[in-house]
């Protein structure tokens, strides 16, 4: 496939673009003693781990040991005395977690592909200062 060949040859990761708001909210919930760690589900084709990794370094300031690389994200949870929450664009993914994480904040972050998409499990964020919104409530 034609995007597959992209992503091989190097670099598409790498020109993907922070969605706005993104790094500036990840810095204060730092600041407020938060751990971030992002759980992204690898491409299965070569270069895209490493290059997510990088990507997560160099653009959103997350150090490597705290990136998951997994399609099975409910796998992924906090200290049992942390509050957890997990932004996500794709709402079978809030499913999942939900169903071994009930007690976890989910947040859809809106996107065309999830825009037919509602629950009573999550709350939608069309931006990162909605997504600050919902975290300090």
């Known amino acids: 496939a034609p995007w597959k060949r992209r992503i091989e040859r190097g670099g598409w990761v790498h020109s993907l673009n922070v969605i706005d708001g993104a790094k500036e909210a990840l810095d204060e919930f730092r600041s407020k ?3 971030i760690h ?6 299965l084709v070569d270069r895209w781990m490493f290059e997510r990794s990088l990507w997560l370094i160099e653009k959103l300031n997350v150090p ?3 990136h998951h690389h997994t399609a099975s994200k409910f796998m992924v949870r906090g200290d ?6 997990l932004v996500e664009d794709n709402h079978k993914n809030l499913e999942a977690y939900h169903a071994h994480n ?7 972050f809106d996107q065309p592909w999830n ?6 499990i999550w709350t939608r964020a069309k931006s990162w200062v909605d997504v600050k919104t919902i975290m300090n409530a």
């Open 33 to 35: 003693g938060m751990r």
């Open 38 to 43: 992002p759980v992204t589900k690898p491409m």
């Open 64 to 66: 490597f040991d705290d």
């Open 80 to 85: 049992a005395d942390e509050r957890v929450i």
């Open 102 to 108: 009930p007690n976890a904040t989910l947040i859809l």
């Open 115 to 120: 825009a037919i998409y509602d629950s009573k």
